[in-house]
């Protein structure tokens, strides 16, 4: 399964930008699709992620700025970042979680995308 994940880049602190992240392959299920971001020690940090029920989950940190939806047809995820502060600025990972089309979990990453957000 593979993921491409878009919709970094630069804005302004109280901007707004739209990570987007599509999932690919033999799948036959998508049970959680989220989004993470880079912490210390080549960690990461949970954003938010939603359920195939609809579920949202956020972090602190994001809460009331940060919206999660998905398109379950596509399987594909939004994360839509309002008020942008500048501690925003990280490295943005996709996350997905589900069956292959044989039967067999999977759970992947996409590459980073970045966002930056100035002050």
């Known amino acids: 399964v593979q993921l491409q994940a878009s919709g970094g880049g630069l804005v302004q602190a109280g901007g707004s930008l739209r990570l987007s992240c599509a999932a690919s392959?033999?799948?036959?299920?998508?049970?959680?699709m989220g989004w993470y971001r880079q912490a210390p020690g080549n960690m990461v940090d949970l954003v938010a992620f939603v359920k195939d029920d609809g579920t949202t989950k956020y972090a602190e940190f994001v809460k009331g700025r940060f919206t999660m939806s998905r398109d379950n047809a596509k399987n594909s995820a939004y994360l839509q970042m309002n008020s942008l502060k500048p501690e925003d600025t990280d490295v943005y990972y996709c996350n997905t979680r589900g069956r292959t089309s044989t039967g067999f979990p999977f759970n992947s990453w996409g590459q980073g995308t970045l966002v930056t957000v100035s002050s």
């Open positions: 392959g033999s799948i036959l299920s998508v049970s959680e």
